[in-house]
């Protein structure tokens, strides 16, 4: 009983969620992935794991801002869309060599993201 209200509670939380704090969630979510994978010393797969959830992210991303509906300014498109292939390059090239400890610069662009979309873009602060 206390599990189904438990599992009521989380869906009515992820329900009230905007956009910014859902895909705030996702970065970090892959973040946490890669910074396990990175502490889990010659676990390949969860390495690869934590990649590919990455990468599915980031297509997602990079297919959002394609969008002809997307109404973001096309400079900050421009900035997104080159960010998001450096992060393309970055996979592979630690897919390919399978050190978890490049992932480091990929945990701290997920970061950074979720930081700026949990800041509320009214704030003072989150201007400055």
Same mark, same amino acid.
């Given at each position: ?12 939380? =992820? @329900? /009230? ?10 970065? !970090? ?6 910074? #396990? *994978? ?38 900050? =498109? @421009? /900035? ?10 970055? !996979? ?6 399978? #050190? *978890? ?28």
């Amino acid at each position: 009983m206390a599990k189904d209200q438990i599992r009521a509670y989380q869906q009515n939380q =992820k @329900a /009230n969620l905007t956009p910014r704090e859902v895909e705030a969630m996702a970065f !970090t979510k892959a973040a946490v992935m890669m910074e #396990d *994978a990175r502490n889990k010393e010659g676990d390949k797969e969860a390495l690869s794991q934590a990649l590919r959830f990455n990468h599915l992210l980031w297509t997602i991303i990079q297919a959002d801002i394609t969008e002809p509906s997307n109404s973001l300014p096309p400079e900050l =498109k @421009a /900035n997104i869309m080159s960010l998001s292939l450096f992060v393309d390059k970055q !996979t592979t090239s630690i897919l390919r060599s399978r #050190d *978890a400890s490049e992932v480091e610069i990929l945990i701290t662009i997920n970061r950074n993201l979720a930081s700026g979309l949990r800041a509320n873009p009214g704030d003072p602060v989150a201007g400055a």
